[in-house]
């Protein structure tokens, strides 16, 4: 007779891990399919390599320009990296606030909701015009100013949920036992909050990476994004590809480190990727 609690422990972990596995094995499965229907389209239709590359083109390719992307690399990810984390902590700083104020949320959250319906792309040239006014050294700072500003909106949003989810009968006692606002988020609020911040923040880097290469791509400043212009001004759709593969990369390792802390410090919920919900 099976006792209560039973597979908790040992079975509950096996059953963990044995979805897990199941789960990176599928995802490996699908990547392989893929790449395999990839290369059979071209070989089969005899496509032209040169507009239509097959994936053994695109790792050639990279092979071949790799010292060019490797000396190219730091300056998008500095731009990325720091773009990203100074967006990060806008996000929550002015979170707090709007969260604590419902005057201020509701007068504010118009402005911030219209700032972002902004073509943000769009306005690149305009970032570019204004930032490099005095002085043409100044370039570089487009591609960090694009990066906070196209990673900002959705981890502001996802801060603000996360801190605004708590339940009627919390809000109900934190009022009861008088709670200040500091004392509302040091342990209410930012336990709560954190799922959500981390949700923002997978994205966030996502969005701060398109932000840095748009803005080397629009200002011609040495970066990835400029040699994936220019490879697209050679007709060189391999290299373009290429450039792509090793940007898609870099930001897949950057979410799995992310879901890696998620599940170290938020040690209450199980992650989506990391393991079983």
Request: net charge neutral; aromatic share 12%.
């Amino acid at each position: 007779m099976r006792k209560l609690g039973d597979g908790i422990s040992g079975g509950g972990r096996f059953s963990i891990d044995s979805d897990r596995l199941t789960r990176w094995t599928l995802s490996a499965f699908g990547l392989v399919l893929l790449i395999a229907f990839w290369e059979a389209v071209t070989t089969v239709l005899s496509l032209n390599p040169k507009y239509f590359p097959g994936p053994m083109g695109v790792v050639n390719e990279l092979i071949r320009i790799w010292p060019a992307i490797v000396a190219a690399l730091p300056n998008t990810l500095s731009a990325a990296l720091v773009g990203y984390l100074l967006a990060l902590a806008l996000s929550i700083v002015i979170a707090i606030p709007l969260v604590a104020s419902d005057r201020l949320l509701n007068a504010l959250m118009p402005f911030i909701i219209g700032t972002n319906t902004v073509p943000r792309i769009a306005m690149t040239p305009l970032v570019i015009y204004w930032v490099s006014f005095y002085s043409v050294s100044m370039l570089y700072l487009a591609n960090y100013v694009m990066a906070v500003w196209v990673a900002f909106f959705p981890m502001l949003i996802a801060a603000i949920d996360g801190f605004r989810s708590i339940d009627e009968d919390t809000e109900n006692m934190l009022e009861v036992y008088g709670a200040t606002t500091w004392q509302e988020f040091k342990y209410v609020r930012f336990k709560n909050g954190l799922p959500f911040i981390f949700d923002g923040m997978k994205i966030g880097f996502v969005l701060a990476m398109i932000g840095a290469v748009v803005g080397e791509f629009v200002s011609g400043t040495f970066g990835i994004g400029s040699q994936a212009a220019s490879a697209i001004g050679r007709t060189s759709i391999a290299r373009a590809f290429a450039i792509v593969l090793v940007l898609g990369l870099i930001s897949t390792g950057v979410v799995l480190i992310v879901y890696l802390i998620e599940s170290k410090m938020i040690f209450w919920r199980e992650s989506s990727i990391m393991g079983a919900e």
